[in-house]
């Protein structure tokens, strides 16, 4: 069975084309998050510059293999907004990303079917709008060794083509390596056998 070790994400904010339907306005928007404290800042930010709108429903989804996510409805019919945006993120099956769209109503109700298919319709054009990026997932590990082995650790290094994400030179040297996951069995293993280190 092989690892999925990669998933698909967005770097930066997007802003869709707005959707229209019977006066009423939705325009959605793609944010990077990676957790849920993020959330509440950004919709205030949008509140701010959108405070004519009447509502922000949104979804996020964070994480790769223990997922969170939640879905806002915002006011609107229960079900009708923060679900159908959060379909738009599986069916794009991206993740740490927030989705809101905003709505500027126009005056004639649009129903339960007509905001399904407005919020989702907003969903999707912010993300068809947006550079979806794929990343992997990373295992890190600590490395503490002596000094005079350190050509035997930089060898495994450049050899898996590790990344050194910190490094500590004092009395004797830890280095943080992150290696992708479908990799990290065997980087463990090649540490393993060096017998000069310890590895966690």
């Known amino acids: 069975m ?42 205030e930010d949008l509140k701010s510059k959108h405070h ?16 969170q996510y939640r ?3 915002d006011g609107e019919p229960n079900n009708s907004a923060g679900q ?3 379909g738009q993120i599986l ?13 500027y109503y126009g005056g004639t109700k649009l129903g339960v079917g007509g905001l399904i ?22 295992v890190h590990y600590i490395l503490t060794f002596e000094y005079e082995h350190m050509d035997k650790v ?9 990344e050194i994400v910190n490094q500590k030179m004092e009395m ?8 992708r996951k479908k990799f990290s069995k065997a980087t463990k293993t090649a540490f393993e056998n060096l017998r000069c280190l310890t590895i966690k």
């Open 71 to 73: 879905a806002n409805d």
């Open 117 to 138: 298919n407005a919020y989702r319709t907003g969903a999707k054009l912010a993300l068809e709008a947006a550079s979806i990026v794929n990343k992997t997932i990373d």
């Open 84 to 86: 159908p945006i959060y």
């Open 52 to 67: 004519k709108a009447r509502h922000w429903c949104y979804a996020w989804k964070v994480g790769v293999e223990s997922v």
């Open 172 to 179: 004797n040297c830890v280095f943080e390596v992150s290696v």
């Open 91 to 103: 069916s794009f099956d991206v993740t740490n990303v927030l989705i809101v769209v905003v709505r």
């Open 154 to 162: 930089m060898r495994i290094i450049k050899e898996k083509n590790l």
């Open 2 to 43: 092989s690892i999925s070790d990669t998933y698909k994400t967005v770097e930066k904010s997007f802003e869709g084309e707005i959707f229209k339907d019977r006066g009423s306005k939705f325009i959605g928007y793609v944010f990077p998050i990676t957790d849920e404290d993020q959330v509440k800042t950004l919709i």
